[in-house]
């Protein structure tokens, strides 16, 4: 990346890591050119159909995602997984919908939208309400990361594999 090292106090990166080979080259790039002690704040899809292909190489699990920051040498600050299973189900039968069953003309699709996907989407979200979530099977990840604000903060993360929110 084409930066002095330190030069950012925060990167945002949304739905693009899936579409990077070198994902940990990226990553240590990113954490060298972001200041100690700044955030990242990223998306990566888990379920999700193949896009932008052929550059969709990869879904992270979380545990991956984590393996990888940690490798980087960020620490983790927040993380969450968005969208109950049986939503992520129903949202992928929307999907489905969309791509294979409404036609392929845009105001077509948005005017039958109503009809077809906004239904199902709130049945999704009222089942998921009521029906048990075991968490494993969601659409996105979403992390924020931190560069350690000093060396020591970083070697002792590694370490004790904490950071300072977990004190």
Same mark, same amino acid.
């Given at each position: 990346? #084409?930066? +002095?090292? +330190?030069?950012?106090?925060? !990167?945002?990166?949304? =739905? !693009?890591?899936?579409? !990077? ?14 200041? #100690? %002690? ?14 932008? $292909?052929?550059? +969709? ?12 920051? *940690?490798? @980087?040498?960020?620490?983790? /600050?927040?993380?969450?997984? &968005?969208?109950?299973? /049986?939503? &992520? !189900? ?24 109503? $009809?077809?996907? @906004?239904?199902?989407?709130?049945? %999704? ?9 075991? %968490? ?7 992390? /924020?990361?931190? *560069? #350690?604000?000093? *060396?020591?903060? =970083? ?5 004790? %594999?904490?950071?300072? *929110?977990?004190?």
């Amino acid at each position: 990346i #084409p930066f +002095d090292d +330190d030069s950012f106090d925060s !990167v945002f990166t949304s =739905e !693009v890591f899936e579409h !990077v080979f070198n994902l940990p080259e990226v990553l240590k790039e990113l954490h060298r050119v972001l200041r #100690p %002690g700044g955030h990242m704040l990223m998306t990566l899809p888990f379920v999700w159909e193949e896009h932008e $292909v052929p550059y +969709d190489f990869a879904r992270y699990t979380s545990f991956a995602i984590e393996h990888l920051m *940690k490798e @980087a040498g960020f620490e983790i /600050v927040d993380s969450r997984r &968005t969208t109950p299973f /049986v939503a &992520t !189900v129903l949202q992928m039968w929307n999907a489905y919908v969309c791509q294979y069953l409404l036609p392929r003309s845009l105001t077509l699709k948005i005017l039958l939208n109503p $009809v077809f996907i @906004a239904p199902v989407t709130i049945l %999704g979200l009222l089942l998921s309400r009521i029906l048990p979530d075991s %968490g494993t099977l969601y659409h996105n990840n979403v992390y /924020v990361v931190r *560069k #350690p604000a000093s *060396k020591s903060d =970083e070697s002792s993360a590694d370490i004790t %594999g904490s950071s300072d *929110k977990d004190n």
